[in-house]
């Protein structure tokens, strides 16, 4: 079963920006739609964007146009692209595919915003 790995999260002020970078174990999501999840404290896990293999994308209305997924096929590799951050941002972000694979998920990385 494929494994998700996230990185490059961390503190950062309101208005601020960060690029998230999920790495995947298989080599073979090509034909996978790929997504971001997030889940603040206390909350539920929710979507937040993805991005299919012929580049087709979908984002959650809370991080339209602030936010960019993309995704490198050759590294295996899915970004998030984050700008204009708010404190409402603040979560653990995690990356599988949509609809996810419950067996598939990293430990996410934290993004807290704050000043």
């Known amino acids: 079963q494929v494994q998700f790995v996230e990185s490059g999260g961390g503190v950062v002020q309101p208005g601020g920006s960060l690029t998230l970078a999920c790495a995947a174990s298989r080599r073979d999501l090509r034909f996978v739609v790929m997504a971001w999840y997030r889940q603040a404290p206390g909350k539920q896990r929710e979507f937040v964007a993805h991005?299919?293999?012929?580049?087709?994308?979908v984002y959650a209305d809370s991080v339209k146009g602030r936010f960019t997924i993309s995704r490198d096929n050759a590294k295996n590799t899915v970004y998030l692209q984050m700008t204009a951050l708010t404190s409402e941002d603040t979560a653990v972000y995690y990356c599988?595919?949509?609809?996810?694979?419950?067996?598939?998920w990293g430990q996410g990385t934290q993004v807290t915003v704050s000043s």
């Open positions: 599988n595919s949509r609809p996810a694979s419950e067996g598939s």
């Open positions: 991005r299919s293999s012929a580049g087709t994308t």
